[in-house]
């Protein structure tokens, strides 16, 4: 299967570059052949690979724009792709090329519903996404799929009630899925920053990486 991950957020500090080492250390760990392209100015993966000693997986620094014509070169004959894509607000152009690359977008949100709305106001952040749709048609490519991760949660699974709750619904109402798993703030994962014993299996990451391949069952018919 071949999968493409876009982790899109429209400002920094929400748990995208942390969310993109895990998910190709969860497709790796699960048998695929991932590549995380650090597409971030700031190359917090890169950094991440590098203090680490390397991953078992490729990590390409490629923070351009148009990187919907230069990916298919670089990421040929591999599996999947995992893309840090820098904040929207600062990085537009790059952000574009990437989400047209990629098939499913991802966006990491605080449990907040202030962080929703912030992100929705003057329906910016939603014209962005729909532009983007509009062009990928243009171009012959099926939709996106669009989810939301809420990352630094206090705990990994669904509540019914409390921020996490009041977050989902905030989404619901604008029309977005978020997924089932959801990422806590938890010492013993983040203490793996920067060490060379990344382990995704056993993580919420692990849980995200399954629903997010369910969620395109026709990668496997991409070349």
């Given at each position: 299967m071949v999968y493409r991950w876009a982790l899109v957020s429209q400002k920094?500090?929400?748990g995208k570059s942390t969310s993109g080492i895990f998910l190709a250390q969860a497709l790796y760990e699960q048998g695929d052949d991932p590549m995380l392209v650090d597409a971030d100015k700031g190359k917090t993966c890169l950094d991440w690979d590098e203090m680490a000693g390397g991953m078992p997986y490729p990590v390409v620094s490629k923070p351009v724009k148009q990187l919907h014509r230069t990916l298919p070169d670089i990421v040929r004959g591999r599996g999947s792709v995992v893309i840090d894509v820098p904040q929207v607000e600062?990085?537009?152009q790059i952000a574009k090329g990437?989400?047209?690359f990629a098939d499913t977008w991802v966006i990491p949100i605080a449990p907040s519903p202030v962080e929703v709305r912030r992100l929705f106001r003057d329906d910016a952040f939603g014209d962005?996404?729909?532009e983007l749709q509009e062009l990928r048609e243009?171009?012959?490519k099926e939709k996106a799929e669009v989810v939301f991760l809420l990352t630094r949660t206090n705990t990994s699974r669904m509540t019914?009630?409390?921020p996490d709750r009041d977050v989902r619904d905030e989404l619901t109402n604008h029309e977005y899925r978020t997924l089932d798993a959801q990422i806590p703030f938890h010492d013993d994962m983040y203490r793996q920053t920067g060490g060379s014993r990344v382990r995704a299996l056993g993580t919420p990451y692990e849980r995200v990486a399954k629903e997010l391949k369910a969620l395109t069952p026709h990668a496997g018919d991409r070349a």
């Open positions: 920094p500090g929400v600062d990085h537009e990437a989400m047209l962005f996404i729909q243009e171009l012959g019914k009630g409390g």
